[in-house]
Nanobody
Framework: QVQLVESGGGLVQPGGSLRLSCAAS????????MGWYRQAPGKERELVAS????????NYADSVKGRFTISRDNAKRTLYLQMNSLKPEDTAVYYCNTYPVNKNYWGKGTLVTVSS
């Protein structure tokens, strides 16, 4: 069973930055495209960014394009999300999963709160 553990969330002021990490319990990274997803209060979970197995580049939701960067380190079995110029509307619980998702892989997520 694959376990994905997200970390790095917290409270940050608008315009600030955070770096999220997602550690996998198995070498799923060597075979699977990965994604970061988020769920804001009262909203559906949405895809934020995805990255291919090789990790050369990512694809982004329009709402985060130019501000967020997804990356991966397959040797460390870790996925990252660098978030810059954060806005209050980025407030959400952030999750990692494969892309497309495997419902059995959802972790607890990490909460990001953007507020002054």
């Amino acid at each position: 069973q694959v376990q994905l553990v997200e970390s790095g969330g917290g409270l940050v002021q608008p315009g600030g930055s955070l770096r999220l990490s997602c550690a996998a319990s198995r070498s799923i990274f060597s075979i699977a495209p990965m994604g970061w997803y988020r769920q804001a209060p009262g909203k559906e979970r949405e895809l934020v960014a995805s990255i291919a197995t090789g990790g050369a580049s990512g694809n982004y939701a329009d709402s985060v394009k130019g501000r967020f960067t997804i990356s991966r380190d397959n040797a460390k079995r870790t996925l990252y999300l660098q978030m810059n110029s954060l806005k209050p509307e980025d407030t959400a619980v952030y999750y990692c999963n494969t892309y497309p998702v495997n419902k059995n892989y959802w972790g607890k997520g990490t909460l990001v709160t953007v507020s002054s």
